[in-house]
């Protein structure tokens, strides 16, 4: 309940029009204006970018059957030369692997309204305008930090003049998330990834959100609550594990919840703590093996097995790691990985029932029946983590009927989904 309370204040500091440059938790206009209503169709193009490789989808949307097809899609690599060389090679790069996409489709005809998912930090000023900030994940093209990613792509589709789009709508891996379960569940207004990161994304009232000119209607809030904490809030529930995961991490004192939640920091968590619990003399006779200590080591993909099946899968975990183990020793490791993941569920329970009883309070409703759009391997493939997360969410939002969707393909189908919404909007405004 003190988690909730404080993330409810960080993300009305993050709406605000004075204190969002400051706010921990970013809550990012995505000027996607609606969810779907079940009429929309037709053709899309989908790009994916957000790391090593990017992906050219061909989506349809099937108004009579209520479902979005993926025709064709097509993988792509991104060699390291491109993405450490100059921006204009790498949208050269993307543009040529879209053509080559579209010829072995036999759509260049056609000039496709496309969605595109783009992975890295950046602020938003449009549905088809988005500035990168910075590079992340090993990208560092020159000359596109600061400008506008949408225009650079045109731009390369422009220099090669041998094939269109139409209209572009820039996507959140979130948001994309969201809207991919919408059009199956139109009560669908909240988008959540526990993955490798965390974030979510819910649909706000335009009057909340001061930075955006205008009081009607709602507007898709990115929340980038990873970033809960980064202002030391969080300061009194961070064990020593996290105080080190963060120092040894890429961007310390940056991502503080996400850190504390999600994939990519579990694992260590957990391995850190079985070291001390070793150097303590409670588990291996106090002996740690050289890969006990090698950080990394210990996957988080290994608390779900852990937790899956009884002892063998433990009992086998830890015979890799050159560990010589009890069954008291498998038992307590058990429970070490349960209380991890377990806090993980607990913490992000507390941030989702923020955003129903936001929702809730925002509507002026006494009940809120809603769906939230969820993906991400934590959630998809640890044993009991969804459990405890409904359960908790239950706990501390009574008023709120929380149905969970798990997405098929946010960045693919639903980039094209966002594209298609935006279509609709725009073609109403005209009429």
């Not at 064709?72 to 543009?95: N, R, T, V, Y």
């Not at 925002?362 to 009940?367: A, E, K, T, V, Y």
């Amino acid at each position: 309940q003190s988690v909730s309370t404080r993330l409810k204040k960080d993300m009305i500091r993050g709406l605000g029009k004075h204190t969002h440059h400051r706010a921990p938790v970013k809550m990012l206009p995505t000027f996607v204006r609606a969810t779907p209503d079940g009429t929309e169709k037709g053709d899309f193009l989908a790009l994916d970018l957000g790391g090593t490789n990017f992906r050219v989808l061909h989506v349809r949307i099937l108004e009579d059957e209520q479902r979005v097809v993926k025709m064709d899609s097509q993988i792509c690599a991104i060699p390291q030369e491109i993405m450490l060389g100059h921006g204009e090679k790498l949208f050269d790069h993307i543009a040529a692997c879209l053509a080559e996409f579209l010829d072995s489709h036999e759509l260049k005809g056609q000039t496709l309204p496309l969605g595109f998912t783009f992975s890295f930090p950046c602020e938003q000023l449009d549905i088809d305008k988005s500035v990168l900030i910075r590079w992340t994940k090993g990208f560092n093209c020159s000359g596109v930090e600061g400008e506008d990613v949408v225009r650079l792509l045109r731009e390369a589709i422009h220099r090669r003049g041998d094939y269109d789009i139409g209209s572009v709508a820039m996507v959140n891996d979130t948001v994309g998330t969201m809207m991919s379960c919408g059009y199956r569940d139109q009560s669908c207004e909240i988008g959540m990834i526990i993955g490798t990161g965390t974030n979510a994304c819910y649909m706000e009232e335009m009057r909340n959100v001061k930075r955006v000119e205008g009081e009607d209607g709602r507007m898709c809030i990115n929340t980038e609550w990873g970033g809960f904490g980064d202002d030391g809030s969080l300061r009194d529930i961070q064990t020593d594990f996290d105080l080190v995961v963060d120092k040894t991490s890429l961007n310390p004192g940056i991502h503080t919840y996400e850190k504390m939640i999600s994939g990519m920091y579990l694992g260590e968590i957990a391995r850190l703590v079985l070291v001390k619990l070793t150097e303590d003399k409670l588990l291996f006779d106090g002996q740690v093996s050289d890969a006990l200590q090698t950080p990394g080591r210990f996957e988080t993909r290994f608390i779900s097995e852990i937790e899956d099946t009884g002892l063998e899968n433990t009992q086998r975990i830890l015979t890799e790691l050159d560990l010589n183990w009890s069954l008291g020793d498998v038992r307590l490791v058990w429970l070490v990985c349960d209380t991890i993941s377990t806090r993980s569920a607990q913490l992000c329970a507390a941030a989702l029932a923020t955003i129903a009883n936001r929702i809730r309070n925002n509507r002026g409703l006494d009940h809120l029946k809603t769906t939230v759009g969820v993906d991400g391997t934590v959630f998809k493939k640890h044993p009991n983590f969804s459990q405890q997360l409904q359960a908790t969410v239950r706990l501390l939002a009574p008023r709120c009927d929380i149905t969970f969707l798990v997405s098929e393909d946010g960045s693919g189908k639903g980039a094209a989904m966002v594209t298609a919404v935006a279509q609709r909007l725009a073609l109403h405004m005209l009429l």
